[in-house]
């Protein structure tokens, strides 16, 4: 994405902050440090001013540990929406626009990380549409990664090399529109 961005002309550059098994805002109990609330507003602080912020999660929120439904993961991402918006940037920096990002649809779990996942497949059904709706109501941008990419062949959950890529791809123009020239 930061490279297509960047040979359209625009001088980009995209800050990750990613971690594997992060949920929208509830803790995991195997491993510590997954709630997506913990941290963001001063990640947001610390890198301000920023064009924009992307947010990517929901696909953990579905984990067995997790009797989440669609709706609990959307409440999530309102949240985090709302702490992005209150973080304590330096008056008169820009609050950011804030585009969310739904994962593709989860496949069938395989392999070593499928008893984590067990029965989300099921449970993630109209993830996007509830994301797309916290969005409008919200103000946000909207992008549903599933329009262009599924989840990975080989386990179900992730996004393998070759679909980062397509979807970064399709970013470019998503991203583009939003930050202007």
Request: hydrophobic share 40%; net charge negative; glycine share 12%.
């Amino acid at each position: 994405m930061e490279g297509g961005l960047n040979a359209g002309g625009r001088s980009v550059r995209v800050i990750e902050d990613c971690l594997n098994g992060r949920r929208t805002v509830w803790d995991d109990p195997f491993k510590p440090g997954r709630n997506g609330l913990q941290g963001l507003a001063q990640c947001v602080e610390s890198h301000s001013p920023l064009s924009l912020v992307i947010v990517s999660l929901g696909t953990n929120d579905f984990q067995s540990m997790h009797a989440h439904s669609v709706w609990h993961s959307a409440q999530g991402m309102a949240t985090l929406v709302g702490t992005i918006r209150q973080a304590p940037i330096e008056p008169g920096m820009p609050v950011p626009p804030i585009l969310i990002l739904a994962p593709p649809p989860m496949g069938e779990p395989r392999g070593a990380i499928a008893p984590k996942f067990e029965g989300g497949q099921q449970r993630c059904v109209g993830l996007a549409a509830a994301y797309q709706q916290v969005a409008a109501e919200l103000g946000c941008h909207f992008f549903d990664a599933g329009s262009v990419t599924p989840a990975s062949a080989v386990d179900g959950i992730h996004l393998d090399a070759a679909q980062h890529r397509t979807l970064g791809q399709a970013m470019v123009k998503v991203v583009a529109a939003v930050i202007g020239a």
